[in-house]
């Protein structure tokens, strides 16, 4: 059983930066998609990012601009994902959950079904 743990949310100013870290027990990385998703008060689930180690891709929304100011990143050794957030607007406040798909190939954001492990989430406010 895949089970993914969240870190590295807290409180930033506009402009700060962040690094969130997503550890990944149960599985090994290379098997999975593994897909940064963020959910804002009111709003519905939208993909952020998503790394695939074994095809070597990385994926952006190109939603508010995150592929511009967020960068995914892999640690295999550590069995962990980051997404480096900088830059930061009060509009990426949100819960930022981490997730896993078992699948293959490059990664997508849009096919949300595909991941089937998720972890709690941690809360990102970017406030003055």
């Known amino acids: 059983q895949v089970q993914l743990a969240e870190s590295g949310g807290g409180l930033v100013q506009p402009g700060g930066s962040l690094r969130l870290s997503c550890s990944v027990s149960?599985?090994?990385?290379?098997?999975?998609?593994i897909g940064w998703f963020r959910q804002a008060p009111g709003k519905g689930r939208e993909g952020v990012s998503c790394?695939?180690?074994?095809?070597?891709?990385?994926?952006?929304a190109n939603a508010e601009s995150v592929k511009d100011r967020f960068t995914i990143s892999e640690d295999t050794a550590k069995s962990t994902v980051y997404l480096q957030m900088d830059n930061l607007k009060p509009e990426d406040t949100a819960i930022y959950h981490c997730?896993?798909?078992?699948?293959?190939?490059?990664?997508?954001?849009?096919?949300?079904?595909?991941?089937?492990?998720w972890g709690q989430g941690t809360q990102v406010t970017v406030s003055s």
């Open positions: 149960g599985g090994d990385l290379d098997r999975y998609w």
């Open positions: 790394v695939s180690s074994r095809a070597g891709s990385t994926y952006y």
């Open positions: 997730a896993a798909a078992p699948t293959f190939g490059y990664c997508q954001l849009d096919q949300q079904y595909e991941y089937t492990y």
